[in-house]
């Protein structure tokens, strides 16, 4: 089989790694790629988002399967771009439609679906430029910390949480009236702040059946002890210690299943991963947001934990046969911890030569912001390298993380020394 992957990141060299291990696979191109996907297959310059180009590299490379990375392309409506042309009908997309990846590309439009099924989540309102005014009120009657969200996709920037009033309806008006994250912010979600403890569990779909990856848990924070600025994450674990047993089951039973009726109910056809950003308030889970794809850098100790063949489950989404599928996991624990460039997630420069891959041993390192120059490795992005390694316990495979860590460098590499502290 011909694959075509489409993205740059962490996620993407996740999975060309995991796509590149299976014996189905003939020719792996990835669109557009990094320095670490280019040794597991071809790497296209073209952008996911100019559909027109990928339609070109998938005729020219004979592509069976279309496997897309980040939510743009898909809240953009690939699949449908697919769906509808002639010559692509029959390339097998794995990701959702236009409609159903709503579910990343509108807070407004996921909190709706998830009143409509009961599905457990914060208690929200949503306003828009015209009703600022209500929206002001709405946040007077409720209490610190206030949470307000950008409707629409803001890379992961969209989501402000805020201790005091007067800063919080000033940020309601930059959002609405002054376009503070454009047209993303046209449309502002405000809901009750949850107390707890977050983490993510991954379904793959096929509209019918559905498969369980693991769960795993990120760490968004810059600095240690969650302190700082947000950033794209800057470690994972997998699997989450409090999610066995009780928590996983409500998990499925009032999150999943709920939330995979639910699409069939509404008559949303839904083919690939949806991600479920849960909180644990109190032992019960809430859903924060659903997202249309893996998340990152959650896929780094996710898929390396897959034992199963990615491509023959893709296989049972394109033809509706998910169910028929096997699949299973390695029982140990997966640790990753990111390496970022100096300054991020604010300004940073790039093109920073990297030193040290050669000698990592027992971890896979896995690029997310680096570039091919060469025969060098440079950095070309924020979050450059994820490092991710086995252990029985997160202590034991944190220390080896952290080991091989300690054997990379680039000018101003920075990680955080406490992922998975919180979990012990």
């Known amino acids: 089989m011909n694959i075509l992957l489409l993205g740059s990141g962490g996620r993407e060299h996740a999975l060309a790694w995991k796509l590149s291990r299976s ?12 320095a670490g996907t280019k040794n597991l297959g071809k790497n296209l310059p073209i952008d996911p988002n100019d559909f027109d180009a990928v339609k070109e590299a998938v005729l020219d490379n004979n592509i069976n399967m279309v496997v897309v990375g980040p939510e743009a392309p898909l809240v953009n409506g690939i699949a449908d771009y697919f ?26 439009f996921a909190k709706e679906f998830m009143k409509r099924h009961n599905i457990p989540t914060a208690k929200y309102q949503s306003f828009t430029k015209d009703t600022l005014k209500e929206g002001l009120e709405f946040l007077e009657g409720m209490k610190a910390p ?54 993510s569990v991954f379904v793959l779909t096929d509209g019918d059946g559905f498969k369980v990856f693991p769960d795993a848990k990120d760490y968004k924070r810059i600095g240690e002890g969650d302190t700082g600025l947000n950033t794209g994450g800057m470690g994972a674990i997998s699997p989450v210690p409090f999610a066995e047993g009780g928590f996983s089951d409500k998990v499925y039973n009032q999150v999943i299943i ?10 949303i056809e839904y083919k690939g991963f949806i991600f479920l ?38 296989e049972g989404v394109a033809t509706s046969t998910l169910s028929e599928r096997d699949i299973e996991f390695d029982p140990r624990t997966a640790a990753t911890v990111m390496m970022v460039s100096g300054g991020y997630p604010e300004a940073y420069e790039k093109g920073k030569p990297i030193y040290g891959l050669n000698g990592v041993t027992d971890s896979v390192v896995f690029h997310a912001g680096t570039k091919a120059d060469g025969p060098a490795v440079t950095t070309a992005g924020g979050r450059v390298l994820a490092v991710t390694s086995f252990g029985k316990d997160i202590p034991s495979a944190l220390a080896i993380s952290y080991e091989n860590a300690e054997k990379i460098e680039f000018e101003g590499a920075y990680y955080r020394k406490d992922i998975g502290h919180d979990l012990l």
């Open 83 to 108: 769906e509808n042309d002639a010559e692509l009908k029959a390339v097998s997309v794995i990701g959702p439609n236009k409609t159903a990846a709503q579910l990343e590309g509108s807070k407004d």
């Open 146 to 199: 206030y949470v307000l969200k950008a409707d629409g996709l803001a890379a992961g920037k969209g989501v402000l949480i805020i201790d005091d009033l007067a800063t919080a309806k000033k940020e309601l008006s930059n959002m609405l009236v002054d376009d503070k994250f454009g047209n993303a912010s046209s449309k502002v979600v405000i809901e009750e702040f949850l107390d707890g403890i977050e983490m």
């Open 277 to 314: 950003g849960l909180i644990s308030v109190n032992g019960d889970p809430y859903v924060i947001e659903y997202n249309c794809r893996l998340g990152d850098p959650e896929t780094e100790v996710v898929l390396p934990r897959l034992k199963s063949d990615l491509i023959d489950l893709f």
């Open 258 to 267: 709920p939330t995979i009726k639910g699409l069939k109910r509404d008559e």
């Open 23 to 34: 014996s189905s696979l003939e020719s792996l191109f990835i669109a557009p790629g990094n």
